[in-house]
Nanobody, 121 residues
Framework: QVHLVQSGGGLVQPGGSLRLSCAATGVFSVYAMAWYRQASGKQRELVAIITNGNTTNYTDSVKGRFTISRDSAKNTVLLQMNDLKPEDTALYYC????????????????WGQGTFVTVSS
């Protein structure tokens, strides 16, 4: 059975830092791990992604402020968020894409339960 357990998040003042963590159990053949967020009244957007080869990509608004990393042995992905801004306020979701063992291509995904990040003075 697959479980994605998120931790971290909370309330922080502008300019502050937070770290999100997501531990995935029961998932094999991970293709990529990512963080998405959804602000109130907006669509869910990709924040950062890290592939099995440790290639990373970020949405423009967080470049230079957020860092995604992973511990492959533990199937854990982290999101270090620095210099947080009010516009970073959202519900953040962990996402794990797994690959087909026969083709090596993405075959499906799992989602974490979401964790709130609120940036406010």
């Amino acid at each position: 059975q697959v479980h994605l357990v998120q931790s971290g998040g909370g309330l922080v003042q502008p300019g502050g830092s937070l770290r999100l963590s997501c531990a995935a159990t029961g998932v094999f053949s991970v293709y990529a791990m990512a963080w998405y967020r959804q602000a109130s009244g907006k669509q869910r957007e990709l924040v950062a992604i890290i592939t099995n080869g440790n290639t990373t990509n970020y949405t423009d608004s967080v470049k230079g402020r957020f860092t995604i990393s992973r511990d492959s042995a533990k199937n854990t992905v982290l999101l270090q968020m620095n210099d947080l801004k009010p516009e970073d306020t959202a519900l953040y979701y962990c996402n794990v894409v797994f690959r087909s063992v026969t083709t090596g291509r993405p075959a499906g995904e799992y989602w974490g339960q979401g964790t709130f990040v609120t940036v406010s003075s």
